[in-house]
């Protein structure tokens, strides 16, 4: 499988199927593996594209510390080796802060970008404040109950410890990514791009509400808000058919402002 060079740093990744292109970011506990649900569903389709952060999966995990500003890089070297245009990239949780970070510096290959479960990392006080407070109801519950919900816990004991194991095989942590925040895009800087935005987001999200993805959807101009009923932060992983859905339409019907023109 191939590897991409992100400024000497080693970044695998896969590419599946044919057609539009979907790149998937992952979040903390995530790496390439984690999108087995969608590859298969989506591959017949879309052409997949699945990578691993540095520090996370397969990826070059060597250094001492790692720096949540060089994963959008990292991301960008993808694109750059398969030579990929009018891409959508989907981004879970804080990896759609690396994701539309990517976005921005290579705009002219990325089409759109969908935030999942996430506010991109956006520079807005209101935003910030709004994320902050539903990060603030968050931490008062259990990790995984943060990630998914208690009924999938009780009926599927065997993809909840699936889904725990994932996060084993990488050597970066979430205090590794938490600084790609810093000095994000202002709502202007997103416009200006040309890229399109979605905020895709879970009705049963206990981590960012339904109300503040609402308001950010809000705030931007253009954007598209796609709320999945009765899904969790980690509704890739519970409820896959509908999260496809939700992307398969996102990417059938975004596309960039020349090929809609």
């Not at 991301?75 to 802060?97: C, H, N, P, R």
């Not at 084993?168 to 200006?192: C, E, Y």
Request: charged share 25%; aromatic share 6%; no cysteine.
């Amino acid at each position: 499988m191939p590897y991409a060079d992100s400024d000497g740093t080693s970044i695998y990744y896969e590419r599946h199927g044919s057609g539009p292109a979907i790149l998937f970011v992952h979040g903390s506990g995530g790496h390439h593996a984690a999108w087995w649900q969608q590859v298969a569903a989506l591959r017949g389709e879309f052409t997949v594209v699945t990578v691993d952060l540095r520090g996370f999966g397969k990826s070059d995990s060597s250094m001492p510390e790692f720096d949540g500003q060089d994963f959008p890089g990292d991301v960008v070297a993808v694109l750059d080796a398969e030579d990929l245009t009018d891409v959508m990239l989907v981004g879970q949780s804080i990896g759609s802060v690396a994701a539309l970070r990517a976005a921005l510096q290579r705009p002219e290959r990325v089409g759109s970008v969908a935030l999942g479960h996430s506010l991109g990392g956006i520079s807005h006080s209101e935003l910030k404040e709004l994320a902050a407070a539903d990060r603030a109801e968050a931490v008062k519950l259990p990790v995984i109950d943060r990630l998914l919900t208690k009924r999938f816990q009780e009926e599927r004991p065997d993809l909840t410890f699936l889904f725990q194991q994932m996060g084993t095989f990488n050597v970066a942590k979430m205090a590794d990514l938490r600084n790609l925040d810093t000095n994000g895009p202002s709502l202007q800087d997103i416009q200006d791009s040309g890229v399109k935005v979605a905020f895709l987001a879970g009705e049963r999200d206990a981590v960012l509400s339904v109300k503040t993805v609402t308001r950010a959807h809000e705030l931007l101009p253009g954007s598209h808000l796609e709320i999945v009923p009765d899904a969790p932060h980690s509704m890739y992983w519970e409820t896959p058919d509908k999260y496809n859905a939700a992307v398969a339409h996102l990417r059938r019907t975004l596309t960039t402002p020349k090929e809609a023109a």
